[in-house]
Nanobody, 120 residues
C-alpha cells in the first residue's frame, strides 16, 4: 500500500505565493511521474503540472510561468511552488504519483487533496 499525504494549502491573498508538498510512503520501488491537479467548485478536475523521473516537466496553460513543480526522489516528495496567485486558482489541489511497488506492477496513487483559497 502506498499513501500520499499533502500539505501546505491555506488562505492567501491575490498576488501571494504558496508551496504545496506531497510525500509518498509505503511500499515503493520507484516512482515514474509525479503530478498535481486541481478542482474548483462546480468544475472538472484540471491538470496543473507533471514531472517525470528524469526531471522533465510540463504545465497546464493556465499556470505556465507562475507555478513550478519539483521533486525530491530521496524523500519521495513532490512540490508545487505557486506564485502570483489569483482568485481563479482557488481549488482543491491533488497530487498524483505513478508508483511501482515492485518491478512488475504499477499503481496510480492520489492524495486526499488540500484546499488553496486565494482572496481578492
Amino acid at each position: 500500500q502506498v499513501q500520499l499525504v499533502e500539505s501546505g494549502g491555506g488562505l492567501v491573498q491575490a498576488g501571494g505565493s504558496v508551496r504545496l508538498s506531497c510525500a509518498a510512503s509505503g511500499s515503493i520501488f520507484s516512482i515514474t511521474f509525479m503530478a498535481w491537479h486541481r478542482q474548483a467548485p462546480g468544475k472538472q478536475r484540471e491538470f496543473v503540472a507533471r514531472i517525470a523521473s528524469d526531471g522533465s516537466t510540463n504545465y497546464g496553460d493556465s499556470v505556465k510561468g507562475r507555478f513550478t513543480i519539483s521533486r525530491d526522489n530521496a524523500k519521495n516528495t513532490v512540490y508545487l511552488q505557486m506564485n502570483s496567485l489569483q482568485p481563479e486558482d482557488t481549488a482543491v489541489y491533488y497530487c498524483q504519483m505513478l508508483v511501482r511497488p515492485n518491478w512488475y506492477s504499477v499503481s496510480d496513487c492520489w492524495g486526499q487533496g488540500t484546499q488553496v483559497t486565494v482572496s481578492s
